[in-house]
């Protein structure tokens, strides 16, 4: 047997457990597998979370390799939240490589803050030593001149090995610490991850409010002169929370502030709400703070004619607004949505998919400007909170698909034929490469408002420019042919010959390779 260690210096890396049940070395990574590195959280002492998690944010066990959607880490959604909050820190234990993905995708969109990385190595990891970095680094941080929070993240290894957050204090000199896990493994979309940081805040909020006074915002939604007011639920459009604000004026409503919020104190103003408006409807540990402060959660979003007019029955209800003034608000923007829809249609049809929680939404105001949506899929659990959006396109003859996977996304497009197809990054790939014009569902979609009249046509100039593009797709597929594609990638005088039995050998050679590399000190 080879002696690597002698050899080498160093110990082969792999992932084991101890007798605890803890990952004992910090190479495993995402790649240990998710059944393993569950079982590992579990056996160190995360049993709880993970429970929770899977009750929070469930996946279909029956769908077998596809349980789950397909996105990026889920981390770079809370990291998202907690960077965007003023005077707030932000400190992530995990993987360097992890670590390195995650603070440069988090700059790229936009971040414009420092985000702290405590390493470790097996030694620290095992032996407890990665917690007393992990609260040494906090103590160090927790300046109140310059934060309110710390945001504390564990990423899959630390949780997998039980590194225990929840021990860190709950203030230090004043600096609230907030200590989440957030694994691969446990939380199935970054956009769901955007509520475990959320949610926990919110509760942090919550319980600091039944102490006592709070400080109110220094920033954010206006006073509400007695009104009642109505916080929203998720990340949207600039533009669209002023949209809502203009459409609850009539009702004698004021806007609360919307979460994820932009301040620590924006939590308690978002808190004292009479209702809250679910326009993301994922969100499932912020409601339930939002129910346990006493709250009401009203489903969907003022989007389209149909959808505006239901959304202000319901959140009129929900506040206590006499009918009539519910159906004078309706008469001033049902219908001028409804010319703005007709002055801006969209013909065609359109398959819809995306990871950001408003796929449904979007699909409601295609279908009212004129296009045929025959599927919709979200990376998004099913919650009662979109029963209203899902009900409405399925008497349409929508597909819905929650959870949806990249394969079900792109044998939709294949069964419908679209002239258009609106998904992820790899979907809008597919569909281009069989000549199908596509646009990306979050630069192009997302970043465009989607309620009220503002919403209503704001989608049509990039939907029909798109869709009127199919005739230079087809020029250049004629064009190119098969260049580019499988074994004939490239352009040659002589087209490649595809070598099947060559493929067969050398992978059996890799394979061979691949075994005796991993028996190296075994």
């Avoid at 160093?10 to 597998?33: K, P, Y």
């Avoid at 490589?97 to 790229?108: A, D, K, P």
């Avoid at 989607?450 to 009127?468: E, F, K, R």
Wanted: aromatic letters at 8%.
């Amino acid at each position: 047997m080879t002696d690597y260690a002698a050899q080498t210096g160093r110990e082969r890396d792999r992932i084991e457990l101890d007798a605890g049940g803890a990952v004992t070395d910090s190479g495993a990574g995402c790649h240990g597998g998710a059944d393993t590195m569950r079982e590992a959280a579990r056996n160190a002492g995360k049993s709880e979370i993970l429970d929770r998690y899977a009750a929070d944010y469930p996946v279909d066990p029956e769908r077998g390799p596809h349980d789950q959607p397909q996105s990026m880490c889920p981390a770079f959604g809370s990291l998202r939240v907690g960077l965007r909050m003023r005077r707030t820190a932000t400190v992530l234990s995990g993987s360097a490589c992890c670590v390195y993905g995650l603070t440069f995708t988090s700059h790229f969109y936009g971040a414009r803050r420092t985000v702290g990385y405590v390493p470790f190595s097996s030694e620290t990891l095992v032996t407890g030593k990665l917690f007393e970095d992990i609260k040494e680094a906090v103590e160090d941080l927790a300046d109140p001149d310059n934060y309110d929070a710390i945001v504390v993240t564990n990423l899959c290894v630390p949780t997998a090995s039980g590194v225990p957050l929840r021990l860190l204090p709950d203030q230090i000199n004043g600096v609230r610490i907030i200590g989440i896990d957030v694994p691969g493994f446990g939380i199935p979309t970054h956009a769901e991850a955007k509520d475990v940081l959320a949610g926990a805040m919110l509760s942090y909020a919550r319980k600091e409010a039944e102490q006592g006074p709070v400080a109110a915002p220094a920033q954010g939604a206006p006073a509400a002169d007695g009104r009642p007011t109505v916080s929203m639920l998720g990340e949207m459009f600039p533009a669209d929370p002023m949209g809502i604000a203009a459409m609850l004026e009539p009702l004698g409503i004021a806007p609360g502030p919307v979460v994820p919020t932009r301040e620590w104190r924006e939590l308690y103003a978002a808190l004292d709400c009479t209702a809250v408006a679910a326009i993301h409807p994922f969100y499932t540990a912020s409601i339930r703070e939002f129910q346990a402060a006493g709250r009401s959660i009203v489903g969907s979003a003022p989007v389209g004619a149909d959808g505006t007019a239901a959304w202000l029955d319901a959140m009129g209800a929900a506040c206590g607004v006499k009918q009539s003034q519910i159906d004078a608000a309706k008469g001033a923007f049902v219908g001028a949505i409804r010319g703005a829809l007709a002055a801006t249609p969209i013909k065609g049809r359109i398959t819809v998919s995306g990871y950001e929680g408003s796929e449904l939404l979007v699909a409601r105001l295609l279908i009212e400007s004129g296009a045929d949506v025959p599927y919709v899929g979200t990376a998004c659990p099913k919650t009662p909170w979109s029963a209203p959006d899902r009900e409405w396109l399925e008497a349409k003859g929508v597909r819905v698909q929650y959870r949806a996977s990249l394969e079900q996304d792109k044998a939709a497009i294949e069964e419908f034929g679209p002239d258009l197809a609106i998904g992820t990054t790899p979907v809008v790939q597919y569909a281009k490469q069989r000549a199908i014009p596509a646009l990306y569902f979050t630069n192009l979609i997302s970043a465009r408002p989607l309620m009220g009249p503002a919403g209503a046509g704001s989608l049509a100039t990039v939907i029909n420019a798109a869709i009127a593009n199919k005739a230079r797709f087809d020029a250049m597929s004629e064009f190119f042919g098969d260049v580019g594609s499988d074994y004939r990638a490239g352009i040659w005088e002589d087209t490649p010959i595809d070598q099947p039995k060559f493929k067969q050998k050398y992978a059996a050679l890799n394979e061979a390779a691949r075994k005796a590399a991993e028996a190296v000190g075994t």
